[in-house]
C-alpha cells in the first residue's frame, strides 16, 4: 500500500487503541483505584442518575436598595465633614429596579458647593436625578448598577458553591446563565429539601441598633397595617410582606427607620405562631462580611445549641466602637430580615464575638438549625436574595429504569441497521459496520475526553448519529454502484465514489451542525445534551463514515486486480 | 432506473400540503398546543407507589388536603401504581405546594411507601424564558441553514429547502396537537434535530442538481431536477427507511421518557422525504422561474 495509506492507517488504528482504553473505566466499571492508566468514566446526566436541576433567578431590587440607602449616609457624613448641615430624606422606591435617596440640605443655598463635593467623591457611584429647594435626589449610576450585578452574580455562584462544598456533593455544577440567573445541578443528591433550603438561604446577617422611642407607637402602626389588609399569607415570600409593611407606614416611619419582625414558627408545618416588630436602622452598623468565623456552641445551662460569631479585626474594631457609642439601647441582631435577638448593650464589648440564640423547639431540630445556620454564615452570605425559577427533581430509579430501556432500544435499532447494510452491500456492508461501530465508540470516547454529560436525550443523539453514519457509507456506496454500472474498473468506481459523495456528506453534516449549535446556545440542561453528543457526533460521521470507510476500502480493492466489488 | 416525473407532481402535492398546513392552522387557534410544564409553568410530581394503591384513593387523598391539583393521571399500565399529578400554577409559591404534596402523601400513605420518580417546577418566568429562547433557538437554526445554503450553492436554492422544513415543523406541531401530547423542550430538540435531517436530504438533492447542471449546460431545469431526483432515488429511499427503521424501535421500545421525541422523529423522517422531493426541488425550478421573470 502507497506511505500516506499507512499514515491514514496508522492514525486510525491510534484513535481506536485510545478510544478503547477511555471507555474501559465506564464499560468495566473500573473504581479509581484500580491500575488501569485511565480513570474517567462518563458523567451521567441528571435524568439518568437523579438528583437536582435548579435555576436561580437573582433579586437585583433589594441589593440596589441597600446600595442607595447606604450611599445616602455615607454622603451625609461626608457633607458634614465639608460644613455642609444636611440630612437624609426620603428613599424613593416607585420605580424598584432605580430606587433613590434625597438628601435634605439644611441650607438650600449650600446645593451647588454640595452637588460639587459630592460629584467629586461619589460621581462614579450615584448619579443626579432631582434638585429641588435644598434637596438633593440621587440614584446609584449606571456602570455602578452594572458593576453591582456582575459582583453579585459571581459572589453568589461563589457563596453557592462553598455551601454545596460543605453539603458534601460529587461534582456538583454552578454556573451562571446570562446576567440574572445561576444553574445549580446536584447529581445523586439524596436530601432534596435540605439542598434547597442551604443553597436558598441569604444568610445576610445585619447589626442594626434597635429605636425604642417609638415603642409606644408600634401598636398603632400594627394595627393601621391589618386595616390596610396586610397579612402573611403561607406560601408567601417574608421578605414581600415586610416589604408591604413598610410601604404602607413609609410616611408614619421616623426617616432612617423601618420595621423588621422577629418570628417563630411551627417547625413541622412551617406556620409562623408569633411575629413581634421591632422598629430598627434601615442602614446596618455592621453585616456578616466581617464575619471571621461561626460555629456551634452548647448553652451549658439550659442545655440549649447557639451559634457563635467572630469578628475579623476590622469588624471586632467597628462593634466595639458601635457598642461604645450606643449603651443602653438595644442591638437587634437581623438575619434575612428577620430579628434573631435584640439583647441591650450593656457596655462597650471588645474582643469581636458574639451569639445568635435559636427559637424554642426540641433539641435535636435547634441543633441542625444552629448547624445549618452556622454553616451558610461561615460559607457566606450570598449578596441577593434568589428566587427558584425553575427545579426538577428526578429520582434514581426512574433514571436506571429509562437508561435500561433506552439502551436496549438502541441496541436493536443499530442491530436492524447493521444486519439490513450487510445484507444489501453484503461484504461492503460489513466494511459500513465497522465504520458505524467505530462511529459510536469514538462518540462515547470524546464524550469522555471532553468531560460532557451523556443525558437520555443524549442517546436519543447517538442513536439518531447511528442513523446519518449510515447515510453517509449509502450516499458512497450508491455512487460506486452508478459509476460501476457505466463500465469503470472497481478501483476507478471507489476512487470516484468516494470523491463524488464528498460534498454531499460534508454540506449534509454541516446544515445539520449548524442546527446542532443553535441548540447548544439555546442553554437549557437537558436538551443542551442533545446537542452536544450530536455534534460529537456529526464530527465522528465525517470522520468515520468518509475517511475511515475510505482506508478501509482502499485495502479492500487493493492495487486494481480485483475484478469485481461485493457491493 | 426509473424515469419519473416528480417535479410534475408538484401541484398535487401542494394542495395536499397546504391542507395539512390550514388544519394545523385551524387546530391551533380551535384546540391549541398542549404545553408542556417547561412552557407553561407550573408543577409536575410523578409518584411510584410500593403498594396497590388506585388513583380514586389517592385523589381523595390529595383533595381531601385542598392540594391545588388541576390534573391527576396513572401512567402506563395502572399495576405500576405510578400516577402523575399536575398542579396548579398561579396559587403561591410553588416550592411550598410542592413540598406540600409529599407531606400529604407521607400522613396518608406512610413514609417509605411510596418514592418521587420526578419533580419539576417551572416558574412563571422561567416557562416564559424557555418558550422565548426555544422560540429563538429554531428561528436561527433556519437562518444559519439559509445563508449556508445561499453561500454554497445558489440563493435559489434557500427558499425550498427553507419551504421544505416550515413545512415539516408546522406539520408535525399540527400532529402534536391533533394527538394533544405535551409540547416540551424535548420536542423542541426533536425539532431541531428534524430540521437537521430534513436539510440533510435536501443539500444531498441539491449536490447533485449542481452536479448536473455543471455537466450539461443549457438543460433545461425541469429536467435537472427529475434526473436528479431520479438518480437519488434509491438513496433516499434506503437511507430514510434506515433512519426511520432506528425512530421506530426507539418509539416502540424506548421507553415512556423518550417516546415523544422519537413521536416527532418518526413523522419527521417522513415528512423530511416527501418534502424534499415534492418541495424543496420543484420549488428551486419556480424560484428560478420567478427570479428570471423580475429580472
Request: proline share 2%; charged share 20%; with cysteine.
Amino acid at each position: 500500500m502507497a506511505r500516506g495509506w499507512w499514515i491514514r492507517f496508522s492514525l486510525l488504528a491510534a484513535l481506536t487503541v485510545v478510544a478503547l482504553m477511555s471507555v474501559t473505566p465506564t464499560f468495566l466499571n473500573l473504581n479509581e483505584k484500580s491500575s488501569f492508566p485511565m480513570k474517567s468514566k462518563i458523567n451521567l446526566g441528571l435524568d439518568l442518575q437523579g438528583g437536582l436541576y435548579m435555576v436561580l433567578g437573582i433579586d437585583f431590587n433589594k441589593v440596589y436598595r441597600d446600595e442607595v440607602i447606604g450611599n445616602g449616609r455615607k454622603m451625609v457624613n461626608l457633607l458634614k465633614e465639608e460644613t455642609i448641615e444636611a440630612q437624609i430624606g426620603d428613599l424613593i422606591t416607585t420605580d424598584s429596579q432605580d430606587p433613590k435617596q434625597s438628601v435634605v440640605l439644611a441650607k438650600a443655598t449650600d446645593a451647588d458647593r454640595a452637588k460639587e463635593v459630592l460629584s467629586k467623591y461619589f460621581g462614579n457611584t450615584i448619579r443626579l436625578t432631582g434638585d429641588a429647594n435644598g434637596t438633593l435626589t440621587y440614584g446609584l449610576s449606571r456602570d455602578f448598577i452594572k458593576e453591582v450585578e456582575d459582583t453579585a452574580l459571581s459572589k453568589s455562584i461563589e457563596v453557592i458553591r462553598n455551601r454545596i462544598d460543605e453539603f458534601g456533593v460529587t461534582e456538583p455544577e454552578i454556573v451562571s446563565q446570562g446576567t440574572e440567573r445561576i444553574v445549580v445541578q446536584l447529581p445523586g443528591v439524596k436530601d432534596i429539601d435540605r439542598a434547597k433550603d442551604l443553597i436558598g438561604k441569604t444568610a445576610k446577617l445585619e447589626f442594626k441598633f434597635v429605636n425604642d422611642e417609638f415603642a409606644a407607637s408600634l401598636p398603632e402602626w400594627m394595627d393601621k397595617i391589618k386595616k390596610a389588609g396586610i397579612v402573611f399569607n403561607k406560601g408567601e415570600r417574608f421578605s414581600d410582606y415586610v416589604r408591604k409593611v413598610n410601604e404602607t407606614l413609609a410616611a408614619d416611619l421616623p426617616k432612617g427607620f423601618e420595621i423588621a419582625f422577629s418570628k417563630e414558627s411551627n417547625k413541622n408545618t412551617n406556620e409562623i405562631t408569633t411575629m413581634d416588630p421591632y422598629l430598627v436602622e434601615s442602614a446596618t452598623s455592621l453585616t456578616g462580611e466581617e464575619l471571621q468565623e461561626a460555629f456551634v456552641r452548647m448553652d451549658q445551662e439550659q442545655n440549649r445549641p447557639y451559634v457563635a460569631l467572630e469578628f475579623k479585626a476590622n469588624g471586632a474594631k467597628i462593634f466595639e466602637e458601635i457598642t461604645g457609642a450606643n449603651i443602653g439601647k438595644r442591638l437587634a441582631i437581623v438575619l434575612d430580615g428577620n430579628v434573631y435577638s435584640a439583647p441591650m448593650v450593656q457596655g462597650r464589648i471588645a474582643g469581636g464575638s458574639a451569639q445568635i440564640t435559636l427559637g424554642t423547639g426540641d433539641y435535636n431540630t435547634v441543633m441542625s438549625e444552629a448547624r445549618d445556620l452556622a454553616l451558610v454564615l461561615r460559607a457566606g452570605a450570598l449578596p441577593v436574595e434568589l428566587v427558584f425559577e425553575e427545579q426538577r427533581v428526578v429520582g434514581p430509579s426512574l433514571g436506571a429504569d429509562a437508561i435500561d430501556k433506552a439502551q436496549y432500544a438502541s441496541i436493536v435499532g443499530a442491530f436492524l441497521v447493521l444486519a439490513f447494510m450487510c445484507f444489501y452491500y453484503k461484504f461492503s456492508g460489513v466494511i459500513a459496520t465497522i465504520t458505524i461501530v467505530l462511529n459510536v465508540l469514538f462518540t462515547i470516547s470524546c464524550l469522555i475526553f471532553l468531560g460532557a454529560t451523556l443525558s437520555l436525550p443524549g442517546i436519543a443523539g447517538i442513536a439518531l448519529t447511528v442513523g446519518m453514519a449510515v447515510d453517509g457509507n449509502i450516499l458512497i456506496y450508491e455512487r460506486i454502484r452508478e459509476e460501476l454500472r457505466l463500465g469503470i474498473s472497481p478501483v476507478e468506481a471507489v476512487k470516484v465514489g468516494f470523491e463524488k459523495a464528498f460534498w454531499a456528506i460534508a454540506d449534509a453534516n454541516i446544515t445539520t451542525a449548524l442546527a446542532g449549535i443553535c441548540l447548544l446556545n439555546f442553554g437549557t440542561g437537558p436538551v443542551r445534551g442533545f446537542a452536544v453528543t450530536l455534534l460529537i457526533g456529526i464530527t465522528t460521521t465525517v470522520y468515520t463514515s468518509y475517511f475511515v470507510s475510505k482506508i478501509l476500502f482502499e485495502l479492500y480493492v487493493g492495487k486494481g486486480a480485483k475484478k469485481s466489488l461485493s457491493i | 432506473m426509473k424515469n419519473i416525473d416528480y417535479v410534475g407532481k408538484f401541484k398535487v402535492a401542494s394542495i395536499l400540503s397546504l391542507i395539512l398546513i390550514i388544519g394545523t392552522i385551524v387546530l391551533y387557534f380551535t384546540k391549541g398546543l398542549n404545553y408542556g410544564v417547561d412552557f407553561r409553568g407550573g408543577v409536575e410530581v410523578q409518584v411510584k407507589f410500593k403498594n396497590a394503591v388506585s388513583l380514586s384513593d389517592l385523589r381523595s387523598a390529595l383533595t381531601e388536603k385542598q392540594v391545588a391539583m388541576s390534573q391527576l393521571q396513572s401512567m402506563g399500565d395502572e399495576s405500576q401504581n405510578e400516577f402523575l399529578l399536575k398542579l396548579e400554577t398561579d396559587k403561591g409559591d410553588l416550592n411550598a405546594i410542592s413540598t406540600q404534596v409529599s407531606s400529604v402523601l407521607t400522613e396518608k400513605f406512610g413514609a417509605g411507601s411510596f418514592e418521587i420518580l420526578k419533580n419539576d417546577i417551572v416558574g412563571p418566568k422561567a416557562g416564559a424564558q424557555l418558550r422565548t429562547s426555544a422560540f429563538k433557538a429554531l428561528a436561527w437554526a433556519i437562518l444559519a441553514i439559509m445563508i449556508y445554503l445561499a453561500l454554497r450553492f445558489d440563493y435559489k436554492f434557500a427558499p425550498g429547502a427553507i419551504a421544505a422544513l416550515l413545512h415539516d415543523v408546522v406539520i408535525i406541531m399540527g400532529a402534536f396537537i391533533l394527538t394533544q401530547k405535551e409540547f416540551s423542550l424535548q420536542i423542541v430538540a426533536a425539532l431541531l434535530a428534524i430540521i437537521g435531517y430534513s436539510v440533510n436530504d435536501t443539500v444531498v438533492i441539491y449536490d447533485r442538481v449542481r452536479e448536473i447542471e455543471q455537466a450539461n449546460p443549457g438543460m433545461g431545469s425541469f429536467e435537472i431536477m427529475n434526473r436528479a431526483l431520479n438518480e437519488t432515488m434509491s438513496r433516499t429511499i434506503i437511507t430514510s427507511l434506515t433512519v426511520l427503521g432506528v425512530s421506530l424501535v426507539m418509539l416502540f421500545m424506548g421507553g415512556s421518557v423518550i417516546h415523544d421525541f422519537f413521536f416527532a422523529m418518526t413523522i419527521g423522517v417522513i415528512l423530511g422525504v416527501y418534502s424534499t422531493i415534492f418541495i424543496a426541488v420543484p420549488m428551486t425550478v419556480f424560484t428560478e422561474r420567478f427570479s428570471k421573470k423580475n429580472a
